[in-house]
């Protein structure tokens, strides 16, 4: 008989201390379950009681989840946690009706667990690029189509070891600061709700980044299922400059420059080019370069013979000094009027 019962104890204990394995606040008033998809339980406090002078009206408190009142009476409720369910608004009132608290449960898995709520394209969930050197970064991602998700928060670090890292956002629910002992970064959701632009406004583009930066975004779907997503790289890793400007055209030369968002000055920032010139026919197609396979030498120059027959010219840029995304292609068509052989620059280049 002993020996049931404590193994009905032992048992009380693991479900209770082991799921959920830790909790955590998310923001004020939203607090994260991570469960390991067993039974569990979580109490929930609506007021901060003094053991010393107990006050009997707790007892008549009251507690709603999701707006229905629940069977469960006192100062202290317990979450119901069954694989990834037991999340929700829990609010807890006076016999009156009075709001006293609330909290916003949210449940997060184990890692190990599959993921539901973002799509992995090209072998990865966050996909971040830079135009430049200049401290600010795109990421964006691609939501589930059968979720209905939003953003629930967003961090910004550099290094993934920052613990001392804190993250806030406005009330638009847009912009976020993540600030540190000697880091600030700065964050604004796009509209479409499928990628955020940052800045690290304390980056020294000259100076060697010692540190990768650390993005985790945080979604969750309206049934209160929390999930993380996290991309650590530096900013030469993801550089990709915007298309090559091309300026000059005529019979023989077709010249181009720096991206106006590359960083300045472009003796310390190089770029190198490639070059290809299409002669087939291709005067109604949008984009001249697409399909065609680009030359394997570069180059660092900035203008190029056009040769004979050439209908069009494509050039594309990257970073000279590390294994980076090429931009890009630009393009020009070429053509001649009539018998005369005299290039001229089509208006819809890129």
């Not at 002993?2 to 104890?9: A, N």
């Not at 009997?56 to 990834?84: D, K, Y």
């Not at 998700?149 to 993934?160: E, L, P, W």
């Not at 056009?306 to 630009?330: I, Y």
Request: aromatic share 10%.
């Amino acid at each position: 008989m002993m020996l049931f019962v404590f193994s009905i104890l032992c048992a009380f204990v693991q479900v209770t201390c082991l799921n959920p394995r830790s909790h955590w606040t998310l923001l004020p008033h939203i607090l994260v379950l991570n469960v390991d998809g067993t039974l569990g339980q979580y109490p929930l406090s609506c007021l901060e009681e003094d053991p010393l002078k107990r006050d009997n009206h707790t007892q008549e408190i009251f507690w709603r989840r999701n707006g229905v009142e629940e069977a469960q009476r006192g100062n202290t409720h317990m979450v119901q946690l069954v694989e990834s369910f037991g999340g929700g608004n829990y609010t807890c009132h006076r016999e009156d009706g009075t709001l006293l608290n609330h909290t916003e449960v949210l449940i997060m898995q184990d890692e190990s667990k599959r993921r539901r709520i973002l799509v992995k394209t090209e072998q990865e969930y966050l996909k971040c690029s830079t135009q430049n050197y200049n401290g600010e970064f795109h990421c964006s991602w691609t939501w589930h189509s059968s979720r209905v998700s939003k953003i629930a928060f967003i961090k910004a670090q550099r290094g993934s070891g920052d613990n001392n890292t804190q993250c806030s956002v406005d009330a638009s629910d847009q912009h976020w600061m993540c600030t540190s002992a000697h880091r600030n970064f700065s964050c604004s959701v796009d509209g479409s709700r499928s990628g955020v632009s940052c800045r690290d406004k304390q980056h020294c583009p000259f100076a060697e980044e010692k540190q990768p930066i650390h993005m985790t975004v945080y979604v969750r779907t309206d049934h209160f299922l929390l999930e993380s997503y996290s991309k650590l790289f530096l900013l030469s890793e993801i550089v990709k400059p915007d298309k090559v400007r091309i300026g000059k055209v005529n019979t023989t030369v077709v010249e181009w420059s720096y991206p106006s968002s590359w960083s300045t000055p472009y003796s310390y920032f190089p770029l190198t080019f490639q070059i290809f010139q299409v002669r087939g026919r291709c005067r109604k197609c949008e984009n001249p370069c697409a399909g065609s396979k680009p030359p394997k030498k570069s180059h660092k120059f900035d203008d190029f013979k056009v040769k004979h027959k050439v209908k069009a010219v494509c050039v594309r840029a990257k970073d000279a000094l590390c294994d980076s995304e090429w931009s890009e292609w630009s393009h020009v068509r070429l053509r001649r009027n009539g018998k005369s052989k005299k290039y001229k620059q089509h208006k819809k280049y890129a």
